[in-house]
């Protein structure tokens, strides 16, 4: 079993930055993926960044250039660094890890970011 626990956000003006951070704890296989969705009221969830455990990384057009996310496969922790945010970033924030051998998602409970304009 698979234990995902994400922190960090917060509120922040236009322009400003926060870190997210995803650890996760277990049975965790070394070849997964992890990363973030988003989910703003009234809006479907969408998928902003994910990194596999050799590094590749895949981010929303919607925050390429301002996002950027990273791992440190030691700790199975994922950080996604969030730049120059816009109040549309406004959401709660979800980790996962999806071990890819099973196709297995384990979500981390929900972190709200909030950017005022």
């Known amino acids: 079993q698979v234990q995902v626990m994400g922190s960090g956000g917060g509120f922040v003006q236009t322009g400003g930055s926060l870190r997210l951070s995803c650890v996760a704890s277990?049975?965790?296989?070394?070849?997964?993926?992890m990363g973030w969705y988003r989910q703003a009221p009234g809006k479907q969830r969408e998928s902003v960044a994910k990194?596999?455990?050799?590094?590749?990384?895949d981010y929303a057009e919607s925050v390429e250039g301002r996002f950027t996310i990273s791992r440190d496969n030691r700790k199975n922790t994922a950080y996604l660094q969030m730049d120059n945010l816009k109040p549309e970033a406004t959401a709660v924030y979800y980790c996962?890890?999806?071990?890819?051998?099973?196709?297995?998602?384990?979500w981390g409970q929900g972190t709200q970011v909030t950017v005022s304009s």
């Open positions: 996962y890890s999806k071990t890819l051998v099973t196709a297995r998602d384990d």
């Open positions: 990194i596999t455990s050799g590094g590749t990384m």
């Open positions: 277990g049975d965790v296989l070394s070849n997964n993926v």
